[in-house]
């Protein structure tokens, strides 16, 4: 089974409209963290947001927010007043298991219309 | 900047040559990843070192073999080049393997063989 699913291949929004990217993810560990990445297409691997399992709350990092619902297995990237340079792909991750080996998803490609 | 630095940056070379690719991590994180990203194979994790030993090993193929050094640079080398070995390389650090940390990521170096 896939640690991490990305549902979504492609996605557009309207420039200041939000969007929301889904992910799944699958692990019987109790303690995991979950990351989003974003890679426009110069190609860099920009790091973007962090959850840790056993935290409370939602993170959220200015325009970046996850939604983390535990029962439900899934952590969704929502971005806020999308803006052009949003285009990317954005990637899915999660850390866990003894190794605490990364697992990346096949990530979703963004494109924001102005 | 993010910190990790890979060179080249971009390297074209032919089939059944030996390539070297250079990073280095972070200032202070111990742990080096080596990924590779194609088209259709999305990241594939290769190797890991953690202070200077071999920590966990993905897809590598035989061809290919990497080391981290006592400065804690860390090279991949890739011999017998096929052109299925065109791909970006990346070279990710972190502080330690905790799942709480998250890999900042190089800015990759593009093979391309011809």
């Known amino acids: 089974a896939q640690k991490i699913t990305q549902t979504q291949p492609g996605m557009f929004v309207q420039e200041k409209e939000a969007v929301t990217l889904d992910c799944t993810y699958d692990?019987?560990?109790?303690?995991?963290?979950l990351f989003w990445y974003k890679q426009p297409s110069s190609g860099e691997m920009i790091f973007l947001i962090y959850?840790?399992?056993?935290?409370?709350q939602n993170a959220t990092e200015g325009r970046y927010s996850l939604n983390f619902q535990k029962a439900r297995k899934s952590a969704n990237l929502v971005i806020s007043a999308s803006q052009l340079g949003d285009s990317a792909m954005y990637f899915c991750a999660m850390r866990e298991g003894p190794g605490n080996q990364f697992y990346f998803g096949t990530g979703t490609s963004l494109t924001v219309i102005p | 900047d993010s910190g990790v630095t890979q060179t080249p940056k971009h390297l074209i070379t032919a089939t059944g040559q030996r390539v070297t690719l250079r990073c280095s991590p972070r200032?202070?994180?111990?742990?080096v990843y080596w990924y590779q990203q194609s088209l259709d194979q999305g990241l594939q994790f290769l190797i890991q070192y953690y202070n200077g030993e071999e920590r966990a090993k993905g897809n590598i193929l035989e061809r290919f073999s990497a080391q981290q050094f006592p400065d804690l640079h860390s090279e991949l080398n890739l011999s017998s080049l096929e052109l299925g070995d065109s791909a970006l390389y990346f070279c990710a650090s972190s502080p330690r393997t905790g799942r709480g940390y998250g890999y900042t990521f190089g800015s990759g170096t593009r093979l391309t063989v011809v």
């Open positions: 200032s202070g994180d111990l742990s």
């Open positions: 959850q840790g399992s056993y935290d409370q």
């Open positions: 692990t019987s560990d109790p303690s995991y963290g």
